[in-house]
Every structure is written in C-alpha cells, then in structure tokens.
C-alpha cells in the first residue's frame, strides 16, 4: 500500500497571494542582478560565459515548486479516494498514472534550458492559481504535459 503524507490545508487566496509573490520576485531576479551593491539590468548572453545562472536557477525552483503543488493536489485527492477502503480505486490508479507523468515532468526541469523553464511556468501556474481549472484541464487530456 502506498502512503501519501497529509500536506496541510492552504486556501486558495493563500495560493494565489504566494504564487504572485513567486511570480514577482522571479521577473525582479530575472531582469537585475546584484553586483558591486548596486542592481544593474542584465542582457540576456547566449553563451552563459560569465557563469552567472541565478535568475536561471530561480526559474526553474518556480517551475518545480508548480509541478510539485500539482503533485501534492493529485495525492491529497488520492488519499481522499482510498480512504476508508470503499474508496474508488480505479479513480485513484488513474489519479496516480498522472502523478507518475507529473513526477516525468519534473525531472525534465533544468535550468540550462530556460526556455523549456518559462514554458512550464506558463502553463502550470495559472493552473496552480485556480484548482478548479487544474482539474478541469487535467480531464482533458495528455496535452497538459507537452511542454
């Protein structure tokens, strides 16, 4: 048997105020970087020569932090699916297939690739900001994890 541990009760405004708050620092790291005690603009180098990848890094915490709560939504509802033993588990195997391409997904994450990054960011966190939505979208189909 597979145990799920229990994650604590977040509202969604609570959701919605930290997603911005991410969202916000994340745009604010990726336009600045600090040197010298002064913030200067960065231009984007394609070649990565100065080996200054924190926007980068920080992108991709976001991207995984996202996929994560996705996780973390399908297992609660899981775990409220084979409680009690009467539960539906044909439901919950279905629920955890998706966990399983969610879990795929999150180790293609890499913050060399901060295209694939943003991608992810795009998608996810809209879907992380309206549980309703997520569950809508993830009823239709494998199109949510072609990112």
Known sequence: MIVYDK???VNGKERVRVLDALTRLTSRLVSFRR???????????????????????IQAEVAMELINRARGLLY????????????????????????????????TIDYREPKRVRAVIARWSPLMRDEEQFWTVLKEGPGLFNV
């Open 7 to 9: 994650r604590p009760n």
């Open 35 to 57: 040197t010298d005690r002064r913030l200067r603009p960065v231009t984007p180098r394609a070649d990565h020569s100065d080996g200054d990848h924190h926007a980068e890094v």
């Open 76 to 107: 609660e509802r899981i775990y409220h699916l084979e409680a009690g033993g009467a539960g539906d588990q044909r439901a919950a195997k279905k629920l955890d297939a998706i966990a399983v391409k969610l879990y795929e997904l999150l180790r």
